[in-house]
C-alpha cells in the first residue's frame, strides 16, 4: 500500500446488548472510540476516529451507533 | 471455462483453516457457521433492515470519500465483505477504474455474492482478516490455475463492520499493516 493512503474501518460503538453475541454471531460488543484510537496508534502514525452521526445498527428495537476510523502511516 | 466461483466451491474449508495455521479451526469454521445459515442468502436484506437506505448512503459515501484521491488502477482490499454489498457500492460509487478484491472467510458468503461482484470484475478470495498476507498467499495458491493473481500491495484497504466480528483486535490491525508495507507482505 502507497504511504498516505487510507485504511477504513467502520464498525459499531460500544453497546450494552449482549444478546447480540448470540442472535447475530458477534465475537465483541462494539469498541469504545478511545480505545480504538488507542490500539490504532499503536500500529499506525494517523488515526482518525468520529462517530458517524445520523446513523445506527437497528434491530427490534435496539440501536447501536457507528464509527468510522481513517489509519494511516506517514 | 472455469472460474473463481468453481476454485471456491471446491476448497475443503477445515483443510484451507489448517493450511492458513489458525489455531482454532474448528471453533472459526463453527463460527462462520451462523453466517452460512442465516445470513448469506439474505445479506442485503438484512443489511437494509439494519441500517435502512439512507444509512446504507451514508456508509457508502464516507468510504468513498476517503478513497477519492485513489488513482486509476489502484489496488483496494476489502476485508471480511461477504457477499460483496458494500464492496460493488462504494466501487460503483467511485466511477473509476479501480481493483477491487473481496476477502471473506465464509464460502457461503463469497458464493452468495459471486455473480454480482463477477459483473463489476471484483475478485473475491477466502481468507481471515488477521492474516491478511497469508491468506493472499494461500488464495493466490488456489487460483494459479486460473492464472488469476491478487496483489500482496493495497492502496486502501476497507473494512465495514468486521471488527467485531474478529477475536484479536490488534492482530487485525496488524495485519492491515502488512498489507500496507508491500515489501513484507506475500
Known amino acids: ?74 | 471455462m472455469e472460474k473463481i466461483k468453481d476454485i471456491i466451491l471446491e476448497i475443503d474449508m477445515k483443510r484451507f483453516l489448517k493450511e492458513l495455521r489458525v489455531s482454532n479451526p474448528e471453533t472459526l469454521e463453527e463460527a462462520t457457521k451462523y453466517f452460512s445459515e442465516k445470513e448469506a442468502s439474505t445479506r442485503s436484506k438484512i443489511l437494509r433492515g439494519y441500517f435502512g437506505e439512507e444509512g446504507i448512503n451514508t456508509i457508502i459515501e464516507t468510504t468513498a470519500k476517503e478513497l477519492t484521491s485513489l488513482q486509476e488502477g489502484s489496488n483496494i482490499l476489502d476485508i471480511g465483505a461477504g457477499t460483496g454489498f458494500f464492496t460493488i457500492a462504494i466501487k460503483r460509487r467511485l466511477g473509476k477504474e479501480l481493483n477491487f478484491y473481496a476477502m471473506d472467510v465464509t464460502k457461503a458468503m463469497l458464493l452468495a455474492g459471486f455473480k454480482d461482484m463477477e459483473k463489476d470484475r471484483i475478485v473475491p478470495f477466502l481468507g481471515l482478516a488477521e492474516q491478511i498476507k497469508e491468506s493472499i498467499k494461500l488464495s493466490n495458491l488456489y487460483y494459479e490455475r486460473l492464472k488469476v493473481r491478487i496483489p500482496s500491495i493495497y492502496q486502501g484497504i476497507l473494512s465495514i463492520l468486521t471488527l467485531h466480528h474478529c477475536e484479536d483486535i490488534i492482530r487485525y490491525l496488524r495485519a492491515y499493516i502488512l498489507s500496507w508495507i508491500g515489501e513484507q507482505a506475500v
Do not use: Y
Not at chain 1, 484510537?37 to 457507528?66: D, M, T, W
Open chain 1, 1 to 74: 500500500m502507497d504511504r498516505g493512503a487510507s485504511c477504513i474501518i467502520i464498525d459499531l460503538c460500544e453497546h450494552p446488548f449482549t444478546e447480540f453475541r448470540e442472535e447475530m454471531g458477534d465475537v465483541h460488543l462494539g469498541f469504545n472510540l478511545d480505545w480504538i484510537k488507542g490500539q490504532a496508534a499503536k500500529v499506525f502514525s494517523e488515526v482518525k476516529v468520529k462517530r458517524l452521526p445520523g446513523i445506527a445498527c437497528k434491530e427490534s428495537g435496539r440501536a447501536a451507533e457507528l464509527f468510522f476510523a481513517s489509519m494511516k502511516t506517514l
